[in-house]
């Protein structure tokens, strides 16, 4: 069997709870730091993928991913020279702690429990890999991982609702108390890719307040005080000045999705707008080249096919989106 690309399956980076762990794919050796293809670091970047299941369904895990790499691995295998994975230098699928059972320890978690483990494993990464250091990385997330992907930058936001646990955070964040973007141990993503994601918790309870499931998920996973669900939801992020690495943002959404609608894509939208970030179409890629936006921020969004899982299901629509992220940010066609 080839040794590349490498697999590396249930890789733990903590040891509080069993869902402390992750997997990982390098398409192509490291070489001491430098790649085969595309040695040039400014050119090469980290996936790192966030699976959905509203917080609590224990059968969604990292391995999400995986109808999506072997597509995104069968495209670098015929066409690398021209594959968007060869901007890649891995991707790693991240599982967190869920909520929902109080007497598993790896699905008692309130938030933001779960921000902290995606947190905990971005650390592992940096340690062991140069993500965020040496490489930067894109977060991409399905459903309650887009969330989470947009979590990891908006970090001060939920801190601030939740002061329980401060002594964590100013570990993992070196935060000090202030407002200090710099200070961050752990890098922000260079761009946020979310699908089928929940942005604006208020609003999906509104919008779906004949279904008592979506209130008892958002309970189990952030409590029952209000005011954490407004400051935990992405909506409430500030993009602009606090995340000066953020460049690009893909929301993909379906328009089949029978679980998450289409105001969660257009609260999102209007929140992007009005900090700033302009809105492209797919069709103008070229326009968006990198070499023309480095500093700015511009986000898409791209029309998805299937119900809300077939996204990654299927691994098409996911793999698409990855491959569609990595060749905006590239500036290619
Ligand atoms: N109802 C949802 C609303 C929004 C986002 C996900 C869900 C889910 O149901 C996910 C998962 N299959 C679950 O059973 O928890």
């Known amino acids: 069997m080839a040794e590349y690309p490498k697999q590396l399956h249930d890789v733990k980076y903590g040891d509080e709870h069993k869902l402390q762990t992750l997997d990982i794919c390098l398409p192509r050796p490291l070489n001491n ?3 085969q293809v595309d040695a040039s670091t400014d050119d090469s970047v980290w996936i790192v993928f966030l699976h959905g299941g509203a917080w609590r369904d224990d059968s969604q895990d990292k391995a999400e ?10 495209h670098f295998s015929r066409d690398a020279p ?83 646990k401060p002594a964590l955070y100013e570990k993992l964040l070196g935060f000090a108390g202030a407002q200090d973007n710099h200070k961050q141990t ?17 609003l999906l309870l509104k919008n779906y307040a004949h279904d008592p499931e979506y209130e008892g ?64 179409s797919e069709s103008r890629i070229k326009e968006a080249r990198r070499d023309s936006w480095i500093g700015g921020k511009q986000f898409f969004v791209t029309y998805l096919k299937g119900s ?6 299927h691994g098409t629509e996911l793999s698409r989106t990855i491959e569609f992220s990595l060749r905006v940010f590239y500036g290619e066609e």
């Open 186 to 202: 752990i890098r922000p993503p260079v761009a946020v890719v979310g699908l089928e994601g929940v942005y604006d918790f208020p």
């Open 217 to 280: 998920f958002i309970r189990d996973a952030f409590g029952g005080n209000h005011d954490v669900w407004q400051k935990a939801s992405p909506v409430a992020g500030d993009y602009s000045d606090r995340w000066p690495d953020g460049h690009l943002v893909v929301l993909g959404q379906s328009p089949e999705d029978e679980l998450v609608d289409w105001p969660q894509v257009d609260s999102m939208v209007k929140v992007l707008k009005e900090q700033g970030w302009k809105m492209r």
């Open 82 to 164: 021209t594959s968007a994975l060869r901007h890649v230098v891995g991707l790693a699928s991240i599982n967190y702690r869920l909520s929902g059972e109080p007497s598993d320890p790896a699905r008692n978690g309130t938030h933001p429990d779960h921000v902290h483990d995606v947190l905990l494993a971005l650390q592992w990464l940096e340690k062991e890999y140069g993500v965020g250091s040496k490489w930067p990385y894109m977060a991409v997330g399905h459903s309650c991982g887009a969330t989470l992907a947009f979590q990891i930058v908006m970090d001060r936001q939920w801190k601030s609702a939740i002061p329980s």
């Open 65 to 74: 991913l995986k109808p999506a790499l072997s597509q995104l691995l069968d």
């Open 33 to 35: 730091g430098s790649l």
């Open 308 to 313: 809300h899982d077939e996204v990654w299901e």
